[in-house]
């Protein structure tokens, strides 16, 4: 390494390392193929003994010099009384890949470039492998090393910020490290280090279902009247009232499930096997109504379906996919009485794979246990169901030939339930999640976000607009940025006809991107589908994200 480049760098990338012999630990976030934002002041922190001098130094140099002078008081901390140590660094230019050194352990492959934080509810969260459909074959190709995530776990806190986040380390870009990362952060970085050429990197911090109020400081919702949500805090972050409720929640759900399983099981029939007689089942198409339900209630509890498919020698021969597209709510699906899939909710498109040989050439019988839990059962319209043969399930991809499953089932009501309990979703409480999983990554540099959230505030635009407003302040002062630039996504239409509430969501969340200098509005209404809240494209929707967030300067 030359000596012009060792100073050029020596006082930007930097890391720590004890003067004596404790344990220093730096903060989660903090690992081997992280990204450093260029061109601000990023954070180090973590945790030694109280009282412990930490020092930072790059590529063992030691001390720290820049043009001959000795820096390294500049960068040292000192522990405090409950173990806490930060340092900052000075503005970086992009570059790397560098080591750097903490004691005797070596963090590496460490790159300097644009760090963006990709947050919201399920459509920010929707992963990879569930777009498929429509990018299998440039995803599985695609490879950037320039590129990394970082995946934050779910977590709540009531009781104040946590310390660390709770991550599985930083990867680079490729299908398999991907496959269940952010669709739209995963389309949104390969399209921005395109256009840059420095290196991205996205941090994932979503959960699906989550309301805004969750994302934001108890001191930001204070600041803005928030009393009825503080309260909601208040009450559950009481332990013992978190507890009685999920013991209350768990108890009624597996009461409902057992005694749904002993009104089966009372049947004695292994519905699942191929030669079991179905003929006294009803013929039903399984998108009409009338199976699912009378004119003054839905049929909750367990239907069967079977049906009986012809396959040819070559077919039975090759690798199958069964794809039944989205029930409502669970399933449990078996093929010649051996069970290939289950979900246990109602939006993931049913993709399952049929082990090879399981088919055979002649008559086979497909079996779905749909159960119904809160609503209207049903097989959602517009959605392909069949089986593909050959090696690649995806519709995109290469198969040998098809079977295309028609509407008509055999259909057995076998046992007839009261609507299941809900959950006890505590994670949704207000501030929880900011306290958790936002507040953590303080010291972090970022030079954008991506806000894609709303589905779970339908109906109270008017207190949305202004808690959008608090959470880009309440981040860009944790962030130490007030130009911290937002990307606020708007919702993707949805039934149809699209309601008033949710076209009244879509202008506040444009409204509010607009009037404020450092944000910008990508729109998503027409990207969406009537019988989906999760539309696939997310690569149409990135492009959009891109282009905006490089328009605002233009602001």
Known sequence: MSAI????????????????????????????????????????????????????????????????????????ATADADGRWSIALPAMKPGGPF?????????????????YLCSGQSNMELPVYRVMDMFSQEVKAAQQAKIRILQVKLAAAFDGPAENVQTDGWKS???????????????????????????????????????????????????????????????????????????????????????????????????????????????????????ARDTTRAFNGAHWFRKSVNVTAKQASLPATLRLGMLVDADEVWVNGKKVGQTYYQYPPRIYDIPQ???????????????????LPRFVADMYRGIFFGSNPWLNGRHDSQIDLDNIWRHFYAAQMPQKGGVAPFHYTPVSLYNAMIAPLKGMAFTGALWYQGESNVGRETEYRDLLNGLMADWRRLFANPELDFVIVGLADFEKPVTSYWRAMQKAQQEVAEADPHAV???????????????????????????????????
């Not at 749909?370 to 609503?375: C, F």
């Not at 989906?532 to 605002?552: G, T």
């Open 521 to 555: 509005f990508a729109p998503a209404a027409d990207l969406g589908v009537w019988y989906d809240i999760h539309p696939l494209d997310k690569k149409s929707l990135a492009l959009r994200a891109v282009s905006a967030l490089m328009s605002i300067k233009k602001k």
């Open 5 to 76: 480049f060792k100073s050029c760098f020596a006082a930007a990338l930097l890391f720590v390392a004890a003067t004596a012999h404790a344990k220093v630990t730096p903060s989660a976030w903090i690992g081997n193929g992280m990204v450093l934002q260029r061109g601000q002041v990023v954070t180090l922190s973590g945790s030694a003994d109280a009282g412990e001098v930490v020092t930072a130094f790059f590529d063992g140099q030691r001390p720290l010099t820049t043009a001959g002078k000795a820096v390294r008081d500049e960068f040292s």
């Open 99 to 115: 080591t750097l050194s903490l004691a005797d352990t070596t963090v590496t492959d460490v790159l300097v470039g644009d760090v």
């Open 173 to 291: 870009l490729d299908f398999e490290n991907a496959k269940n990362f952010s669709a739209l952060a995963y389309f949104f970085a390969r399209e921005m280090y395109a256009r840059t050429k420095v290196p991205i990197a996205v941090v994932q911090s979503a959960v699906g279902g989550s309301p805004i109020e969750a994302w934001l400081s108890r001191e930001e919702l204070a600041a803005r009247g928030a009393d009825a949500l503080l309260s909601l805090l208040d009450v559950n972050s009481n332990p013992d009232y978190r507890a009685a409720v999920e013991a209350y929640v768990n108890k009624t759900n597996e009461v409902w499930e057992g005694t749904l399983a002993a009104k089966e099981k009372a049947l004695g029939m292994n519905w699942t096997a191929p030669d079991f007689d179905d003929s006294a089942w009803h013929e039903v198409d399984c998108l009409s109504k009338g199976w």
């Open 357 to 375: 040989g399981l088919l055979h050439e002649g008559k086979n019988v497909i079996a779905i246990r749909l159960t119904s839990q809160n609503g």
